[in-house]
Structures are given as C-alpha cells and as structure tokens.
C-alpha cells in the first residue's frame, strides 16, 4: 500500500511563505506523477499544482502561477511545494496525490489519483 504524508502546514501572515513536503512510502516513486490539491471550509477540492514523473514537466493552477513553486526530489521520495506570497484565500487542507505515471505529463483531475495523503492545514491570516 503507497503511503503518502504530508508536513510543513501552518499558521501565516498574508504575504509570508510556507514549504509543504509530501514524503512517498514507495520505492518507485520516480515513476509516480505527483499533485498537490486544496480545499477551503465549504468548497470543493481543487487542483494546485502537478509535476510528472522526472519533474520536467509542472502544472499550475491560475491561482497560484508564480508564487508556488512544485519540486521533487528522488532520492528523498520527497514533493515539495514552496509557497510564497501568500493570500488569504490560499487558506485550506492541502493534499498530496500521486499516481504511476502512464504519460509524460501532468493530471488536473483528482480522480485521476488513487493514493492520497491525509492533508496538512495551511492558515493565512490577513
């Protein structure tokens, strides 16, 4: 079973910035594309961000388009998305997700992805 768990959320000022890192439990994870999704208190979840296999290719949601920043490291089986200038309404449960790879690209729909970490909460006060 892949297991996925996030850290790195917490409380922040409006402006500031927050690293989340999403630690993969397998071995093959460098064949997994990996998203990050969000959901706010009373809203769906919604795509943030997406990068495939060998972290060439990376896909952002409008939102948040230069000012998150999604990275991987292989050799830590590790996701990190940098987080700057944040805004209130970047407020939410932010989730990792992570599917094999069966393209070279990216995936904006959840359903595309079976493994799911329990979410870590980022806060943004103004």
């Known amino acids: 079973q892949v297991q996925l768990v996030e850290s790195g959320g917490g409380l922040v000022q409006a402006g500031g910035s927050l690293r989340l890192s999403c630690v993969v439990s397998?071995?093959?994870?460098?064949?997994?594309?990996m998203g990050w999704f969000r959901q706010a208190p009373g809203k769906e979840r919604e795509f943030v961000a997406s990068?495939?296999?060998?972290?060439?290719?990376?896909d952002y949601a409008d939102s948040v388009k230069d000012r998150f920043t999604l990275s991987r490291d292989h050799a830590k089986s590790t996701a990190y998305l940098q987080m700057n200038s944040l805004k209130p309404e970047d407020t939410g449960v932010y989730y990792c997700?992570?599917?094999?790879?069966?393209?070279?690209?990216?995936?904006?729909?959840?359903?595309?992805?079976?493994?799911w970490g329990q979410g870590t909460q980022v806060t943004v006060s103004s």
């Open positions: 990068i495939n296999w060998n972290g060439g290719v990376t």
């Open positions: 397998d071995r093959t994870v460098s064949t997994y594309t």
């Open positions: 997700a992570a599917v094999r790879a069966t393209t070279r690209g990216t995936y904006q729909n959840a359903y595309d992805y079976p493994y």
